[in-house]
Structure formats: structure tokens, C-alpha cells
């Protein structure tokens, strides 16, 4: 079946935009991740989600990061007025999620370049 | 708080030369503890994971790794190196209790020579 799928691959933004992320998550999956890799690091965590909570947001460096998943399933990320330290790439994935430890599996990744 | 080291950014290594890629975690709680690969322009693929039972993990490709709780180790291997493992190899520690969330290392970049 098909995997995490993430849109736009791409995404240039000037600085003081506003920018929408899509995550299309593995039907069925109940648990939702959003993370973000800058350049030459690994990923950190942003915010997860189960079914359409918002369990831990933990991980969103500031105000401007909202993150929703209205009906269990598409999750949006969105950043308002972008800065340049956004820049970088945003993964999202999703598992089966609890009792067990389920394997999380990731998207592509949209990369973000806010100029 | 949790974290994990990953000591060297780079590796490289010979076609058919043995490949050990370090993990160094710390958590206050039983982890649990995974290898990601990432190859360029994809999402991250489990290699393989440790949650409970035999220290010694097996994964995809050829890889595996050893929970060394005394160490509070998780290194990678890999008896010997194909071209096609030349990617970005992340390890990641999880807390077993209240989230299922990842910290990742920096990772380490592996590269093959011929």
C-alpha cells in the first residue's frame, strides 16, 4: 500500500510569509508525528498526535508553529511570518501507535527554504 | 532528559571491510532504541529496533546491533559493507512510558570506496 506521503516536496517562502505542510498518513495509522531536520543534524521532535489530539507539543520552537489533524487522518503543519532560522526540513510519520511500540514511518520530507 | 551520541560524523570504509557505527544514549527509563537509515532525497527507513527481550538485534540488510545496558551503548554492524549502504544511518532512543516520540543522534555518514 502506499506510505506517508508529504506535499509540497518543496517550498519556497519569502520571509514574513505564511506556509501550510501537508502529511498524508498510512490509512489506519491512529498516531501521527511531525519533525524537523536542519541541515546537517537529525531530526527533532515537533508534535504528535493520536487520532485528531494533539497529545504532546512539546517539540514547537514558537508560537508561530501551529499543527492540526481535525479529522484523524491529513495533518497540516502551518507556520506564520516565517523567519529564516524555519528553514530546514519537515518530516512527518505515523504509526499504529500504542499499547505496543509500533514502528513509525516517515515521508519524504517537505524541504522549507524561507529566503 | 534523554539524548544520544553519535561519535563521528563521517565513516568511511572499503567495500567488504566490517562497518561499526557508535550509539551512546542516555535515558532515565528502560529505552527503547532504533537504527534509521536515510538515503538522499527519501524518508528514514527502520533498520532495525530494541525493545525488550534479546540484546542482540538482527534488521534489514544485513545489520545489527547490540543493547549493552552497562554501556549504555547501542552500536551498529555490519559484517561487510556494500556500496549500496553508502547513506545517512541515524540512531534514536525512545521513552517507553508515557510517548512514543524519537530523539535522534546527528547521525553519521557512511561512505563505501571500492
Known amino acids: 500500500g502506499a506510505g506517508v506521503s508529504q506535499s509540497p516536496r518543496y517550498k519556497v517562502a519569502k520571509r514574513g510569509q505564511d506556509v501550510a505542510l501537508r502529511c498524508d498518513p498510512i490509512s489506519g495509522h491512529v498516531s501521527l508525528f511531525w519533525y524537523q531536520q536542519a541541515l546537517g543534524q537529525g531530526p527533532e521532535f515537533l508534535t504528535y498526535f493520536q487520532n485528531e489530539a494533539q497529545l504532546d507539543k512539546s517539540g514547537l520552537p514558537s508560537d508561530r508553529f501551529f499543527a492540526e489533524r481535525p479529522e484523524g487522518s491529513v495533518s497540516t503543519l502551518k507556520i506564520q511570518r516565517t523567519q529564516q532560522e524555519d528553514s530546514a526540513v519537515y518530516l512527518c510519520a505515523s504509526s499504529f501507535g500504542r499499547p505496543l511500540y509500533n514502528e513509525q514511518f516517515f515521508g519524504p520530507g517537505t524541504r522549507l527554504t524561507v529566503l | 532528559a534523554q539524548s544520544v551520541t553519535q561519535l563521528g560524523s563521517h565513516v568511511s570504509v572499503s567495500e567488504g571491510a566490517l562497518v561499526l557505527l557508535r550509539c551512546n544514549y542516555s535515558s532515565s527509563v528502560p529505552p527503547y532504541l532504533f537504527w534509521y537509515v536515510q538515503y538522499p532525497n527519501q524518508g528514514l527507513q527502520l533498520l532495525l529496533k530494541?525493545?525488550?527481550?534479546?540484546?542482540l538485534v538482527k534488521g534489514i540488510n544485513g545489520f545489527e546491533a547490540e543493547f549493552k545496558k552497562s554501556e549504555t551503548s547501542f552500536h551498529l554492524t555490519k559484517p561487510s559493507a556494500h556500496m549500496s549502504d553508502a547513506a545517512e544511518y541515524f540512531c534514536a532512543v525512545s521513552e517507553s512510558r508515557n510517548t512514543d516520540k524519537l530523539i535522534f543522534g546527528t547521525g553519521t555518514r557512511l561512505q563505501v570506496f571500492p
Open positions: 530494541y525493545t525488550t527481550g534479546a540484546t
